[in-house]
């Protein structure tokens, strides 16, 4: 019986997922002199991969391998005595990959900061430095080598000192390595060991503002909700004090010894948010978002997963985050499409968030002044708890949006005359204005009005934007720049004309019309640095008169009491989108943009919008109701459209320098999975080109699958992905899969 025992543990191989776009594990012996029982899912492994050693993941062990034992490579060392992740996270990876249809081991390398997924330790290290056995004493060395002989010393009467230490006591890296090289010298590296708790006694809140009667309701009505897995979508308008309700269901888990991770769209919310949290609460409070360096992510990593950062703050990435304890979890802004990722694994952080709720058995709360659709149907359904904050906290009053008929109207820079007499009134009031244009740059065109000649992206088929800071066109898409020319290249006219508006522009014409008030430009453009964006938040909050001049980077939950007037430039975008979602998004643009107003009691708000359709229905019901109201007004149209939340969806894409190659790729998909058995519960759309089709010199095209059944789609697109997996794609065509599409273009 031992025997075979023993045959079965020699015949055993190594599940390895390795971070290659590949949708299969490979299998590998264990390292030489190692048995594979101390391999445990999810440890990392150092393996041969063709011609490279690539930091791969355990996925299990098997008794068997489709290829023959001696044709098997030994992986080369493991680095992990236990998984880096837990249990529910390894569980969410796993589900992950299968529900999104991507390469496993790309799915553990998204949810790993970048030095983890390179090979570096798990735990922090130190460097140490001690005298060598060979160092009887600083004697042995000549009386000329003074500094190493007072190197030696140190160390022999020390023992083991640490790197910073050494430079402390003024002794340099290379005095350390000439000791080493004669022997008398040793480094080593000794691991530090993270905090793992923080003091009870820090958790008391200081500063806590009154709730009012709906605030606590929905903090009551989520305790009710019991222990456990629970979702609530806490539907607030701007300005009700959604953060309160936030602060205090957090500081109940605090109190209780676990952690939490609140989740925003914007590194450029963190700063602000993390202020507010700080000031409220003495427990560690740390940011996880893509501007922090490798080692920085890192170093939150390590101590949010040993237990010493009581509260997360971070982007969508900061899913995936391990806690030592969980106990909530928060998805602030829970609407926007900042949360979906749309490059490697394309997932939804808030989808993502909810399924990591639910098998970690810990509440989740999605707040939003204007919730998607599909977390309305979830509501609806009875999926989550819905809480309402339907007032504004602290006696405020939402600002009143009335629309501005531009049509037949002279506009100076986009805006009309009585919007400048507006701007100027609440100036004068000794308030703050924001003028809202979701375009950055100058001006989107650059034509010639003799021959119609504008100038387009060489690589991309957008128009090339001007820029005025500094001067040039850019693609917004391959970020190419070139200079802005002096002749129109078709027929040599001097007179060449921009068309459209951009921040950069409108900022201009309002500093020749205002020149003795800051205008303080926040796009991506102004807000490039690691502190740019603090420091103008910091101006703003300050309160001065001002005039904010921004992107939707403003309209993201930021709280600026001293504006009491919004100028939304332009609200006709939104209207006529190819989009389904188009109309959606432009109501959420629109009110959460109209929230900045008004916010301090007292200081009443106005809102208005430029439109060149006034009496659009759409329009007309975004200003005239309530968000809910037209939530609800498209969820009929939805429902009768069959389109989601009422189906789902799947963008299979396809892109190559040939335009052809792309469509025949997806032409051969479609052909290879569409069954008679299959059209009544799956509607294929195309292929077709997508609306922007040429990006970075690559033609794209676009196979649309919608499906009122979610397992339906799943199975076709599980069979649909192994047989382009096992085809051979033309040479240098890219092809991806995205669920859950938030962009059709």
Request: charge should be positive; hydrophobic fraction near 40%; aromatic fraction near 6%.
């Amino acid at each position: 019986m031992s025997g075979t025992s023993d045959s079965h543990q020699r015949e055993r191989v190594l599940r390895v997922a390795v971070p290659r776009p590949l949708r299969r594990l490979f299998d590998y012996l264990p390292p030489t002199g190692q048995k594979v029982t101390g391999f445990r899912p999810g440890c990392r492994i150092k393996v041969p991969f063709g011609r490279h050693v690539v930091t791969g993941f355990v996925a299990g062990t098997s008794e068997h391998s489709a290829i023959g034992r001696e044709q098997l490579k030994p992986a080369l060392a493991m680095l992990d005595s236990r998984p880096l992740l837990p249990p529910a996270l390894l569980e969410l990876v796993h589900w992950a990959a299968d529900y999104y249809q991507h390469p496993i081991g790309e799915v553990f390398a998204t949810a790993l900061p970048a030095p983890l997924r390179e090979g570096a330790p798990l735990h922090e290290e130190a460097e140490f430095w001690s005298a060598a056995a060979a160092a009887a004493s600083a004697e042995q060395l000549p009386s000329r080598a003074l500094r190493q002989r007072q190197l030696l010393e140190f160390l022999i009467e020390r023992g083991s000192v640490s790197r910073a230490d050494l430079a402390l006591a003024g002794f340099s890296p290379a005095l350390l390595r000439q000791l080493a090289g004669k022997g008398l010298a040793r480094r080593e590296l000794q691991r530090l060991d993270e905090e793992t708790d923080w003091p009870r006694s820090q958790l008391n809140a200081t500063a806590r503002p009154a709730m009012n009667e709906d605030q606590a309701s929905a903090v009551e009505r989520f305790q009710k909700a019991g222990p456990g897995y629970r979702c609530a979508l806490l539907n607030g308008i701007t300005g009700s004090g959604k953060t309160e309700v936030y602060m205090r269901l957090i500081e109940q888990e605090l109190a209780a010894g676990r952690q939490c991770l609140v989740l925003v769209p914007e590194i450029g919310l963190t700063p602000q948010t993390i202020d507010r949290f700080e000031q409220r609460f003495a427990a560690p409070v740390a940011a996880f978002h893509s501007g922090l360096n490798g080692n920085e992510r890192l170093r939150v990593w390590r101590r949010v997963a040993a237990g010493g950062i009581a509260i997360v703050i971070g982007t969508r990435s900061a899913v995936f985050t391990p806690m030592a304890r969980p106990g909530l979890i928060v998805i602030d802004e829970e609407h926007d499409s900042s949360f979906k990722q749309h490059e490697g694994l394309r997932y939804s952080a808030r989808d993502l968030a909810v399924m990591r709720a639910r098998k970690e058995n810990i509440g989740i709360v999605l707040g939003s002044a204007t919730p998607s659709l599909e977390s309305f149907r979830n509501a609806e359904l009875g999926r989550f708890l819905r809480l309402d904050l339907p007032r504004r906290a602290g006696g405020s009053r939402p600002a009143l949006l009335r629309p501005l008929d531009i049509a037949n109207q002279p506009l100076s820079a986009g805006i009309c005359e009585l919007a400048m007499m507006k701007i100027a009134q609440h100036l004068e009031a000794g308030n703050q204005v924001l003028v809202f244009v979701n375009r950055r740059g100058f001006a989107p065109i650059l034509q010639c009005p003799l021959c119609g000649w504008t100038s387009q992206c060489e690589d991309c088929s957008v128009y090339l934007t001007v820029h005025s800071q500094p001067p040039c066109q850019r693609c917004h898409h391959c970020e190419a720049r070139r200079a802005i020319p002096n002749r129109c290249p078709v027929c040599g006219n001097s007179d060449l004309q921009v068309s459209g508006l951009g921040t950069q522009q409108v900022e201009a014409n309002l500093v020749r019309e205002f020149p003795g008030t800051p205008v303080l430009r926040v796009d991506r453009d102004s807000t490039r640095g690691r502190d740019r964006f603090r420091k103008l938040l910091a101006q703003v909050i300050r309160g001065d008169p001002a005039i904010l001049v921004g992107t939707q980077m403003l309209a993201k939950g930021h709280h600026f009491p001293g504006i009491t007037l919004v100028l939304v430039v332009d609200a006709d975008n939104g209207l006529f989108s190819p989009d389904f979602r188009g109309q959606e998004q432009m109501a959420q643009l629109i009110v959460q943009v109209a929230g900045r107003a008004g916010r301090s009691s007292g200081r009443p708000g106005e809102v208005l919008v430029q439109t060149r359709h006034a009496r659009h229905e759409t329009l007309k019901r975004i200003i005239d109701s309530s968000y809910s109201e037209f939530a609800q007004h498209l969820l009929a149209e939805r429902r009768s459209a069959v389109m989601p939340p009422f189906s789902h969806l799947c963008l299979i894409r396809a892109e190559c320098r040939d335009r052809e190659a792309a469509l025949s790729f997806l032409r051969r998909a479609r052909r290879a999975i569409e069954t008679p058995s299959e059209q009544q519960f799956v509607h294929w759309t195309g292929p077709l080109p997508a609306p922007l089709e040429k990006r970075q010199s690559r033609y794209r095209m676009q196979l649309l699958l919608r499906s009122p059944s979610r397992p339906r789609l799943r199975a076709v697109l599980a069979r649909l992905v192994a047989q382009l997996d096992e085809s051979a794609a033309p040479r240098g065509l890219r092809w991806q899969i995205d669920v859950d599409p938030i962009d059709l273009l």
